[in-house]
């Protein structure tokens, strides 16, 4: 899963997509706790609220609206039944609690998070290519040999 704001800037202001933690651990051959520090991954409430509320709101409410739209129903749709809010809470707790799992063990807080503990570990955020051992250019940024992206290694 990508968004727009999940657009890593390298040094020299071009944009990368960011390596996911999977992979990056996989072709590193790091283990994700030492990529991964505390923080660094997607908070599980905010990818909880974010996630399940659209998807219950849509399930629930909007879709039987836009059904009966389709076919013609002209019998009037009661929101606030029993039966509609067990029915969103049940997709907000089930479809939010997988996804903010999901995000919070797999997916990086933010750009600059990825960019700073892929290049702590010695790999570049974009590919995980392992840049620590190469010289800095001389405008100080450390060009990664595989896909040409420009880091500033910290020290």
């Not at 709101?57 to 836009?66: A, E, H, K, R, S």
């Not at 974009?126 to 880091?151: K, N």
Request: overall charge positive; proline content about 6%; charged content about 15%.
């Amino acid at each position: 899963m990508m968004f727009a704001w999940q657009k890593l800037v390298d040094a020299r202001g071009l944009k990368w997509k960011p390596c996911t933690i999977g992979k990056a651990s996989k072709i590193s051959g790091y283990e994700k706790g030492f990529l991964v520090k505390r923080g660094d991954t997607a908070r599980f409430i905010v990818a909880f609220l974010i996630t399940g509320l659209p998807f219950a709101v849509t399930m629930t409410y909007i879709n039987p609206i836009l059904i009966g739209l389709a076919i013609g129903s002209s019998t009037p749709f009661d929101v606030f039944t029993m039966v509609s809010v067990k029915v969103f809470i049940l997709y907000f707790i089930t479809f939010g609690g997988i996804m903010g799992g999901y995000l919070s063990l797999y997916a990086w807080r933010s750009p600059s998070h990825s960019i700073r503990a892929m290049t702590d570990a010695g790999l570049c955020p974009s590919c995980a290519y392992r840049i620590d051992g190469i010289g800095p250019e001389p405008e100080g940024c450390t060009v990664c040999p595989e896909c040409g992206a420009a880091w500033r290694m910290h020290a």
